[in-house]
């Protein structure tokens, strides 16, 4: 039995520990989200996170996942389904268009925007080069992740706008 | 057993509630009256058999074409529901099922194209599609760039007008006025003298009972409210969440897994097996011979060798125990075949002149080669191209006594209905097909290969059977844009004026017309040879366009070079007689700034190609740093009569040119001894992120006749781009892909002996 968290949900599962997650994920979970594209980490079709980085599940046997956290696709969306800021981006962009590989694509993008709120183009090229897009929509991925970068980044400044401007009323408050 | 489903898998127009089932049909009446049951749901009308109406006046455009990426079910349904005066809010659709009533056969010759005057463009594809097979009943196809430019001029808009005056008709009746004082628009119907007004609902299902017209009155383009606008997709916010349903998504209860392998030498057999160490691992349920399979006619056309299949509990489980089984194939006489002997083969052929047909002939070509001041000559390849669409292919089926189900992502429903249909030796009416969101289809996915895999797998182990093609078989095992040899010549005169274009290459197959040029040359003799070889063909993302728009936009670049004229003043100079392709290739040179300046080692190249009634311009920069090749900028423009959806035609674009840019610099399937040498995205590369180009899209309305979007930006960027090599480099880049070109050799080698 392995047992490991997925999209915030416990699992224990009674499988080959050499079984690729992705298949786990699919066969076992029915989340079928989280896509086969090439089985060798080459297209990254099957982009998932693992404690928030981005892997490569078709490569990542079960067991490497035993006691972490999986976040597939269908765990983006936040509390009360509201829609993550890149998949709305991707709405607003157009990006899509066969699709297969967008669970991927936006699992990578997360990851990045996780890890750095304003990507440079070259973060950008880094953290996607592993995701193959064979309709070609790189220059809407490239547009929607800084879109959302865009959003999330003034979402967080208008807070801290808000904050600062609540502290000085506060400060001006007290003084008066 | 039969019932389409489809509806409730797409998750697209769904209508809560209980009710109306109403059908209209065609000759006599209304055809929709026979399949309404089946296709209307709780609570709504048939009306037509493109439309359904419900109870809360929302219509449902049903479209009978497939989804692979392209976007025309969002373009087709906003034709439709122009012509219908709708609410754009208040419009959905559906993907129409797999049945005769949605085939190309019936929508077009069968009744609605009757009377209709065809636009010139689209007769010899419709007539190539439809006249030249044997059984286009059967035909159902999403390709040719075809969909907007023929099912959506000549069906929806049609049925979306017949319905609008079936409506008119229906409310004329019942309110006793004429049907000239009576307006529509956002899905209401108005009569102003009388100050009535109805919702479409309250009529559709009187409407349903009337006979639809074949030539109802169409807007006029100043006339459109939602064509020409760029409306949002209504298939992509399930595309973000992981909700869209492709073939694989599919789990049924029961069901169990298999993956295949066919001999890896086209038409290969199998001699000898031993199975012994798959039989024994935990998991696996069988392993299976499959017969080598074939299927005639135009689209669809192919035949294979035998396979051997693992059927297992799981995809992992039935990968590995395939691995495991121990395979001795007979190649026959192809096992020697390579790369190298097919194109000394096309060369010899091309020599001898074998079986020479001509595309076009004009004037004297042996007078002008006789008198020239130059003769330029050139040899152009293309290596053979796998589509390799992002979803493997695969298919899953349940056989039974009861008949065969199929859920499936492909280009052509019907047309797989009826060849699984032949497979199992059953009737086709036993057969049901879902037909699902392609993850990708290019060509490939016309063919139905692993459908007939999936249904002999089921039948054999007498389960629901989900076939996945590994990558390496899906690589390995494609129908191929050809390997192509194409031998030119040009006749220039003292002045550098182009005298005569000669040219002969192997392999044809449509559109017809894809090596002709559209420049004013008075003597050409175009024409091509027959040299077959074994590996098989299939239809790739803008088939023959996609090899002659890189040799011939090639060959009149280095004609332009030879008469000592820039590559864009040269084409423009043979245009005078075509106005558009000259608003296009100027269009384009001027938003690339063609004629400023770019620094060592940059480079910009040019081409233009007509293809599936657009044409395309695109101008392309690079930059050539030691050798290697980076594509800057691609700047593209098209005019497609008039663009449906500009947003639509704009990503159609940008992926035909990702697509092409790909095969262009990476793209090659080699043979050696037979088989194909590539295997996955390592060997058989794509451009990723940090390859892509910015791209930048311009659209001219014309007004001409529409064109097609899926394909058209495919043909021009691998000559643009070889174009700006030689721009940058002076290496003239005759043979694809790009990575195969030493170009820093070349350059020191040109430097040492300029």
Redesign the interface.
Known sequence: MISFSVNGTSQMIDVDPS??LL?VLR?QL???????????A??G?CTVQLDGRAVRSCVTPVSAVAGKEVT???G??GENAT?HPL?HA??EH??????????GQ?MSAAALLAEKANPSDDD???A???????????????AAIKSAAATSSTALFYNAAQVQEQEQEQEETSHG | MGKWTRRTILGAGVVAGGGLIVGVAVRPGNIASEIGSEIAGDNETLVHVYVKIDADNVVTVLVPHSEMGQGAQTALTQMLADELDADWSQVRFEEAPARKEYAMYAAGRGYLFKNVDFADAVVPSIDGMMMKVADALHMQVTGGSMSVRVTGQYCMRVAGAATREMLVKAAANEWNVPEGEITTADSQLYHQASKRTARYADFAVAAAAITPSYTPKLKSADEFKIMGRSVARQDIPAKTDGTALFAMDVQLPGMVYATVRRAPVFGGRIERLDDKAARAMSGVIDVVKLPAASEQGMVGNFSTGESVAVVADSYWTAQRALRSVNISWRADDNGGVSSEAIFEQFSNDIDAGTERATDTVEGDTESAFATADQVLQADYRVPYLAHTCMEPLNATAHVSDDGAELWVGCQNPLGFRHTVAGALGIDAERVSVSNHFMGGGFGRKAIADAAIQAALLSRTVKRPVQLIWSREEDVRQDFYRPAVLSRFKAALDKDGNVQAWENTYVDKHEPAEAPLIPYAVAARNIGHVKSPTHVPFGAWRSVDHSQHGFFTESFIDEVAVAAGKDPYAFRAALLKDKPRHLAVLRKAADAAAWNTPLPEGRGRGVSLQESFGSIVAQVVEVTVVNGETSVDRVVAVVDAGFAISPDGIAAQLESGIIYGLTAALYGEISIRDGAVEQSNFHDYEAVRMAEAPEIETHIINSGADIGGAGEPGTPGIAPALANAVYDATGVRVRSLPLKRFDLNYRITESEATS
């Open positions: 079984k690729p298949w066969e029915g989340l079928t989200g989280t896509k086969f594209g090439c089985g060798m080459q297209c079709a597939t696709i269908e983006l969306k829609l998949q991707w709405i157009q990006v899509p268009q066969c699709g297969y590989c967008q669970s936006l950008i090229d880094r996607m080069q592993g995701n193959i897009c064979r309709c070609g929509m790189y220059g809407r991925i490239r």
